[in-house]
């Protein structure tokens, strides 16, 4: 059995996965030291206590790319904005710039890449450590970085 860089990542994230079920972690585990990556981890949202599922919000500037917001979920959709604000931006908005930004969710299994502005996210839909929760494997690096 030949095994690519992505089956050796999504077991990676398996085991995270299931390391922040039992640990009871955070919403987003880092998976990288970033030497290729922006941002490497695991991401989980999960339906809080108003019904709605969770979002995490990341910003940074970096040189020749400038400054940014991704957004990660809730559920399953994805956002990424050119600039940094505080309010919140509807991810169906034309300024996201992530075309689908609802990842479509079949059996249970979803994969999607986006190559825009520069930057290039990777994300993967694993298990839910819940059944009230989504959990995902997330990459964002820059489109000139070594393939992943």
Not at 1 to 9: A, E, K
Not at 23 to 51: K, N
Request: one cysteine or more; hydrophobic letters at 45%.
């Amino acid at each position: 059995m030949v095994l690519n860089v992505w089956s050796v990542r999504m077991f990676a994230f398996a085991i995270a996965a299931l390391v922040a079920a039992v640990a009871g972690a955070a919403q987003f585990t880092p998976l990288s030291d970033r030497t290729r990556a922006i941002l490497e981890g695991h991401w989980e949202s999960c339906r809080e206590a108003d019904g709605l599922y969770a979002e995490r919000v990341y910003d940074n500037t970096l040189p020749g790319i400038g400054p940014f917001e991704l957004h990660l979920g809730p559920y399953h959709e994805f956002a990424l904005f050119r600039g940094i604000q505080d309010e919140h931006r509807a991810h169906e908005s034309r300024a996201n710039l992530l075309r689908p930004y609802n990842v479509e969710v079949t059996a249970s299994r979803a994969v999607h890449a986006w190559q825009v502005a520069g930057l290039r996210l990777q994300v993967a839909m694993g298990g839910g450590s819940r059944s009230d929760c989504e959990s995902w494997y997330v990459n964002l690096s820059r489109v000139d970085s070594p393939s992943q």
